[in-house]
């Protein structure tokens, strides 16, 4: 175990040097770094957590502001052995904390970017930990462990309240445990886990509940799509591997067919199920696009069952699942590498065809831009992007003293933190990436009194021309 760490640790820490940031951590990192007790996206923790390690550091280099991510994911890590190891034994632990690490979406995104999901599969595992700990007959001050990781999961996303539905399911159909309903520590746990979110909460109800109000608006009916649900258990499986999500999903048919009576394979499926379920279900009337990330916390929970099976066929026929795990952890290792080098490289020059118009700026940081603009005389402008995810591209790679804007309804946190209503009247520096680009002129035409185009900046990356950033000059801005 602190073998798997460690190695898989330090393999996050020489990514995290290597490659640049993705959308999601540029704006994060460029949108955060006023403190606030709120944001628009999402609860505080992850914001939180990059404010305080630039400052700590006095720098916002990719590792750094990955630090406290990939930390926290080696705390999953034991978090996993030990729930694991509580329900079942040490080497069912083992080896459940080996597939969350070979697993994309946990081992790779969760594990080492800076996105709300690295705090809250800490805390949903403290938080099943301290749960499994009093069901299995440890004292009931765990109630309070309990509420306090429950508390700083919703402090990370507000869908870890689908796992504790997942709790209350289980507490409901165990007869065994059900008699914890008509006690005061469940209750004092919810409560405790309310004061925790209570910021949260205040926040929001200063600001017209816009947090809520973005989150919810993503389920939204719009009308009925049948096959929705299969491309969103496709993509998932995909985010998975989908031989692991093959055999995660076995694990978890197995104990569903148990049932309560195996209480420990019984919990996991119950804190699994909502939000596998519910991720899957919105998009048969939802017209917003659900991200297969989205029901990880599901799965998450999953991972105790498979180590379990793991092991009892590690014991009984020790060859194929031999093979099934060094094969996986090759694929993993293999495919890691590969994309590493083409991040940091873009030897390759994938078509855009394959992967979209555009995507080599989108993996690549833009901190060549700003010498590029101080060379031209453009380094002190107002910087727009037409999109919240080019702003924060610009915004990370200028730097915390650049004024940069999003021109476009869809604001998110930089409409709270520098809202482009305070800049009318001005000029401003536009800034496109290919995709946006063409889009530009006509586009943003009525927020201008005339929008001149200007010669394109080329990105270098790391240290060689990477792509050209295309420049407009947009003058008096409208309301």
Not at 78 to 90: G, V
Not at 318 to 345: C, H, S
Not at 386 to 399: T, V
């Amino acid at each position: 175990l602190l073998l798997l760490i460690a190695s898989t640790t330090l393999l996050r820490l020489a990514l995290g040097a290597g490659i640049g940031l993705c959308i999601d951590e540029s704006y994060m990192v460029a949108a955060g770094r006023t403190l606030r007790l709120g944001y628009f996206d999402h609860p505080p923790a992850s914001w939180w957590l990059v404010w305080g390690v630039s400052h700590l550091f006095g720098s916002e280099a990719p590792v750094v502001v990955r630090l406290p991510f990939i930390l926290l994911f080696a705390l999953s890590t034991l978090l996993m052995f030990r729930l694991t190891a509580l329900l079942f034994d040490a080497r069912a632990g083992l080896w459940a904390a080996l597939c969350l690490n070979l697993a994309p979406v946990f081992g790779l995104t969760t594990g080492g970017w800076v996105l709300p999901d690295g705090p809250l599969v800490a805390a949903l595992l403290g938080a099943a930990l301290c749960l499994a700990r009093v069901l299995s007959g440890g004292s009931r001050r765990w109630w309070a462990g309990a509420g306090l990781c429950a508390g700083l999961a919703l402090f990370s996303k507000y869908s870890a309240i689908l796992t504790f539905a997942g709790a209350l399911l289980f507490l409901l159909s165990s007869r065994p445990h059900r008699f914890w309903l008509a006690r005061w520590e469940p209750y004092a746990a919810a409560l405790l886990a309310l004061a925790v979110f209570a910021p949260v909460l205040a926040w929001n109800a200063l600001h017209g509940w816009a947090s809520f109000a973005f989150q919810g608006a993503r389920a939204a009916a719009a009308g009925l799509h049948p096959a929705a649900p299969l491309v969103v258990l496709g993509g998932e499986a995909l985010f998975l591997l989908p031989w692991l999500w093959a055999a995660l999903m076995w694990s978890f048919a197995t104990a569903l067919w148990r049932g309560p009576a195996d209480w420990g394979r019984w919990l996991c499926c119950c804190l699994g199920t909502p939000p596998i379920l519910l991720f899957a279900l919105i998009p048969l009337w939802s017209s917003g696009r659900v991200l297969f990330h989205w029901a990880a916390p599901g799965y998450l929970m999953l991972f105790p069952l498979l180590g379990a099976d793991i092991a009892r066929r590690l014991q009984a026929d020790p060859r194929p699942t031999r093979y099934w795990l060094i094969g996986t952890a090759a694929f993993v290792l293999v495919a890691l590498g590969l994309a590493a080098i083409e991040a940091r490289t873009l030897v390759w020059k994938l078509p855009d065809s394959l992967v979209g118009p555009g995507a080599d700026l989108e993996a690549a940081d833009w901190t060549s831009l700003k010498d590029e603009l101080a060379r031209r005389g453009l380094g002190g402008m107002v910087v727009g992007g037409p999109r919240w995810r080019d702003a924060g591209k610009a915004g990370y790679a200028l730097g915390p003293g650049a004024r940069v804007i999003v021109l476009d309804e869809d604001q998110r946190q930089f409409g709270l933190i520098r809202p482009a209503s305070g800049f009318i009247g001005q000029d401003v520096l536009i800034v496109a990436p290919g995709r946006e680009a063409a889009e530009v002129p006509a586009r943003l035409a009525r927020r201008f009194d005339r929008i001149e185009a200007l010669a394109p900046a080329m990105i270098t990356y790391p240290d060689r021309p990477a792509a050209a950033l295309a420049l407009f000059l947009g003058h008096d801005l409208r309301p």
